[in-house]
């Protein structure tokens, strides 16, 4: 019964991980767009760092966040290998390593939620203390 539950996981965990990969390759491909974007503009001359620098700053941040999440994708990837290994040999070795995966999954997961949550309290902050002040 377990490893017919387990087998009946693999196609989700695939999908997740697929999922991971296919919207990671899409926010590094937007984050270098981003990015060539605020190069152009610095070539055309344009010298408002909102249009030139600002772009730049998210593709990096994009690029960065993009790597995070790779990670579990290949964690999720890795487990579902492990499961498949496991129907294959029925081991408890092999489940131990599937399992092993699924645990580094919701480690790396947690780290990113939390460093996650982080930047978004100094990002608010950040607006708040550097908001201009409007006349009432």
Do not use: C
Not at 7 to 15: G, I, N, Q, S, V
Not at 60 to 84: D, E, F, M, R, T
């Amino acid at each position: 019964e377990i490893l017919d539950t387990l087998e009946r996981t693999k196609p989700w965990l695939r999908f997740f991980s697929i999922m991971g990969f296919i919207l990671i390759g899409f926010a590094l491909f937007f984050g270098l767009v981003m990015m060539a974007g605020g190069v152009i503009n610095t070539m055309y001359g344009i010298n408002n760092p909102h249009a030139t620098m600002l772009p730049i700053f998210m593709g990096v941040v994009s690029g960065i966040i993009s790597l995070a999440y790779l990670i579990p994708s290949i964690k999720l990837w890795k487990y579902g290998s492990g499961i498949l290994r496991t129907l294959q040999s029925s081991s408890a070795t092999d489940l131990q390593q599937a399992l092993e995966q699924q645990r580094g999954f919701w480690k790396h997961t947690a780290i990113i939620m939390l460093l996650t949550g982080v930047l978004l309290v100094l990002v608010i902050l950040a607006a708040l203390f550097m908001a201009p002040a409007t006349p009432a």
